[in-house]
């Protein structure tokens, strides 16, 4: 008879290399002495004329900004780069791994970055910049913890749990990832 452990480690084993899915660990990148999985893929380049240096993700084209800013500045830094842009949002876990992956490639020294997700007023309720619906979330074990206060109103990726989301003080200076709708952008090439 096989003792419960037994059963929940075959079971465990099972999930993991039948899909052939497995996670690796990768030297090299480092966010608070946590490795991060290299599965990693690249999205597609944005096929926008004059934006190929940005990358489709989802109905998107993003782009990561090396250059450090407070959540407000890094939103109006968004709006200059491109008509439409704004701090990305996120809707989907393809979407969320397509963003590690970029911030990875990109600054794989410095992973956190400043999404465009913020709590609404002390009110416990978070919205994406853009407007879009708040449909999708992945938080650090134990976040949000300041839900309800002004003291952390702003949402960042890679605090803790690479890949997951914390809520930070909007005023801390962080790298950040800009997004504009393709279709917005190409009708504004065909006007």
Same mark, same amino acid.
């Given at each position: ?31 608070? +002495? ?10 597609? &380049?944005?096929?926008? +004329? ?9 109905? +998107? ?7 450090? &800013? ?14 439409? &842009? ?8 393809? /979407? ?49 913890? +300041? ?5 952390? /109103? ?9 890949? %997951? ?8 200076? %962080? ?17």
């Amino acid at each position: 008879m096989w003792k419960s452990g037994s059963i929940r480690f075959v079971l465990l084993m099972t999930l993991l290399f039948e899909s052939g899915s497995f996670l690796t660990m990768e030297k090299g990148f480092d966010v608070d +002495h946590t490795n991060v999985t290299s599965w990693c893929r690249m999205p597609e &380049a944005c096929d926008v +004329h004059g934006f190929t240096d940005w990358f489709k993700v989802g109905r +998107h084209c993003v782009k990561y900004f090396y250059s450090r &800013a407070n959540f407000t500045q890094a939103e109006f830094k968004c709006r200059s780069k491109a008509p439409g &842009a704004h701090l990305v949002s996120v809707h989907k876990k393809k /979407e969320n791994d397509y963003l590690l992956c970029l911030v990875k490639k990109s600054n794989p020294k410095n992973l956190r970055i400043w999404l465009g997700g913020f709590e609404f007023i002390k009110s416990g309720k978070f919205f994406w910049i853009d407007g879009s619906h708040w449909n999708y979330q992945i938080w650090t074990q134990g976040e949000p913890n +300041h839900m309800y206060t002004n003291t952390e /109103e702003c949402i960042e990726m890679n605090w803790k749990e690479v890949g %997951k989301w914390n809520d930070d003080s909007c005023g801390v200076k %962080k790298n950040y990832i800009c997004a504009f709708k393709q279709h917005d952008m190409l009708k504004v090439d065909q006007e």
